[in-house]
């Protein structure tokens, strides 16, 4: 199995996308990032996998080489013609079906031809041939409402083949499934595609499934986030149909697990291009921590306007917490405790039914403090750790509240910037920090884990209805 840095194939690409980025303008007037820098080229013959984590950009990346977004930055080319509109050679299947409810499901998979212009007749033998090829012959007839939700995306798997793209575009096509319908649909696409004779040249799916990015794809690229950016392009060179089941399967995700485990947002270390991390020095990264703990203390500070305003830099970046609480954190080292050895992401996932973009954030807020490592996929407690889930209520609250303050820059900021201001601050200040250099989503997200932080280790309190910060008495200064 080859899961090396992909070369160029000796196939005709159909999309080449040449150092695109795209950014929009916040309400404040920044600018948000949302892709940065990505060159990337789509062949006939293969299917790709786009994964990520959630904020990775992943689906404006397929509507951006669909034509449907303009890149800010970089061009996107059909066949070698850039694009200026809609892509002419894809189809693409969304998570939601986008079926219309008052069509029938013929008239809803005639619809793409019906804006070609194709004649009736015509219309209706591509139509019925594509029901067909997906197991929908008999529903015809049938309206959106009384079909399942496999069958709907049934529908939109016909919708999307009867038009013969040559890139047929997926986004998230299986994620609003159950699981054994979901496994279902996927056979059913990489049956349709090993037929010799088959209408579309490559097939581009965004997931964040690991399992089903290695069960699918040919190659699979890999985007970071904050903004989206590539980190890894890996091709996986395994028979089809493939075994779940075999070492060489495991193998290929683990490695995935890994690359994904080393672009945490918490994490200040490099990922190179082939998915192996960069490792900076204990007291680089602890130097760095408190350098931008300094620089985001000042910054609230001269908001607050104690400070003097010539100090500072307006663009010292501000370190991303995991969107993770302590209880589920405290949870997750439940889960670890009686296997010191550690154990791989993909097993946690399967043990707690867990989507892997709700175990990442977990996994990267026990970096951050400290209380886990994950090298290789393969999670395990640190000393801290065991520490901390070994203390009682009380005890176990001042060791958090001693790593978020040696780890969390926002947290540590927060709590010197209250120690310098009476105790006090409003809530605005901390939101309008954020806001200036992230979306107004992010920056919700960023104040509302500080506090749940803050809270837990009995650092500062917040009054929502005052807009209040206010530090607890008895925090040593």
Not at 154 to 167: M, Q, T, Y
Not at 357 to 363: E, I, S
Not at 437 to 442: D, Y
Request: hydrophobic share 40%; proline share 4%; aromatic share 4%.
């Amino acid at each position: 199995m080859n899961m090396n840095t992909v070369s160029a194939p000796n196939t005709e690409a159909i999309i080449r996308a040449e150092h695109i980025s795209q950014s929009f303008t916040a309400e404040n007037g920044s600018t948000q990032h949302v892709l940065k820098d990505i060159s990337f080229t789509l062949h006939e013959g293969e299917i790709v996998a786009i994964l990520g984590r959630s904020g990775a950009g992943k689906s404006t990346f397929l509507r951006t080489l669909a034509g449907l977004v303009e890149p800010t930055a970089g061009s996107v080319a059909y066949r070698g013609k850039t694009l200026t509109g809609p892509n002419p050679g894809v189809a693409i299947i969304f998570q939601n079906f986008a079926l219309m409810p008052w069509l029938t499901v013929q008239n809803n998979v005639e619809l793409g031809l019906r804006a070609r212009g194709v004649k009736r007749k015509e219309r209706a033998e591509r139509a019925l041939a594509a029901i067909d090829s997906i197991g929908l012959d008999g529903f015809e007839s049938a309206y959106p409402k009384e079909l399942s939700g496999g069958m709907r995306q049934r529908v939109g798997i016909a919708r999307a083949l009867v038009l013969r793209p040559d890139a047929l575009f997926m986004d998230e096509p299986f994620s609003a499934l159950d699981v054994l319908t979901a496994e279902n649909l996927r056979q059913e696409v990489l049956k349709l595609w090993s037929k010799k004779e088959r209408d579309i040249k490559s097939v581009l799916i965004v997931t964040h499934n690991i399992e089903e990015a290695v069960q699918m794809a040919d190659r699979v690229v890999v985007l970071g986030s904050h903004p989206g950016h590539l980190i890894a392009d890996l091709r996986i060179d395994l028979p089809r149909p493939r075994n779940r089941h075999s070492a060489e399967f495991g193998q290929a995700v683990d490695r995935l697990y890994a690359i994904l485990t080393g672009a945490t947002s918490a994490d200040t270390t490099n990922t190179s291009g082939t998915g192996h991390r960069t490792q900076t020095e204990p007291g680089a990264h602890a130097a760095a921590q408190s350098r931008e703990t300094a620089a985001i203390t000042e910054m609230l500070m001269r908001r607050a306007g104690n400070s003097n305003p010539a100090h500072g830099s307006g663009n010292t970046p501000i370190h991303l917490l995991p969107n993770a609480t302590p209880g589920g954190l405290a949870g997750l080292l439940d889960v670890m405790a009686d296997t010191p050895a550690g154990l791989d992401l993909a097993d946690i996932a399967a043990d707690l039914s867990f989507e892997v973009d709700d175990l990442f954030p977990l996994v990267d807020a026990g970096i951050l403090l400290n209380v886990l490592t994950a090298e290789n996929g393969h999670v395990t407690i640190t000393a801290e750790g065991k520490k901390w889930h070994r203390a009682d209520i009380l005890t176990s609250k001042q060791i958090f509240a001693r790593l978020a303050l040696n780890h969390a820059p926002l947290v540590c900021a927060i709590d010197r910037a209250l120690a310098n201001n009476g105790g006090k601050l409003r809530g605005e200040l901390i939101l309008d920090l954020l806001r200036s250099r992230h979306p107004n989503g992010l920056a919700k997200q960023q104040f509302e884990t500080a506090i749940s932080w803050g809270r837990y280790g009995e650092l500062f309190d917040y009054d929502a209805d005052d807009d209040e910060l206010t530090r607890t008495v008895g925090q040593s200064e």
